[in-house]
């Protein structure tokens, strides 16, 4: 949309406000069945209703991936080495996501640990879960593309 207002090319067209905004709402809102069905399958007990602080840490998850993935390429592409093997952008359009994963794999994993450990327990507690998940956890997330891997806590 922001190409035929300013009159660019689409190919020039890396960020904006419309591309965030229909991209988060598409990726997320599909992004949240995947992970309501996801902690079903693989969460531990009996398969139950995904709370809302669940749904809101998955939400913030995918909300910094997303802005990751197509704001931040822009800004870090001209900090980028210039070399034969790839193009800055493309150094950037790879790294941003997955640097990404660092902050936003606790989020994913305190969602998780919402849904199978309930909401009453200690702030300690789930620190430790997360912890001892974390390295693990982020370096799949980094791995897989697009972060959405299935973790059991």
């Keep these: 949309m922001s190409s035929v207002r300013d009159g660019t090319r689409i190919t ?10 229909t991209t988060s709402t598409v990726n997320m809102g599909l992004g949240l069945v995947k992970d309501r069905s996801f902690a079903r399958m693989f969460g ?6 995904v709370p809302i602080p669940t749904f809101a840490l998955f939400a913030a998850r995918d909300a910094l991936t997303i802005f990751f993935s197509f704001n931040i390429p822009p800004l870090l592409a001209p900090y980028m080495p210039q070399n034969t093997l790839m193009r800055p952008e493309s150094w ?13 794999t ?3 994993l305190l969602g998780l640990d919402l849904y199978n450990r309930g909401e009453t327990l200690g702030v300690r507690a789930r620190w430790q879960k997360i912890k001892t998940n974390y390295l693990p956890s982020v370096a799949a997330r980094m791995c897989s593309g697009s972060g959405g891997l299935p973790m059991r806590l």
């Design 12 to 21: 020039t067209v890396t960020a904006g406000t419309e591309k965030f905004a």
């Design 44 to 49: 531990t007990g009996a398969p139950r209703a």
């Design 92 to 104: 950037a359009q790879l790294l941003a996501p997955t640097s990404c994963q660092i902050v936003s």
């Design 106 to 108: 606790p989020l994913h």
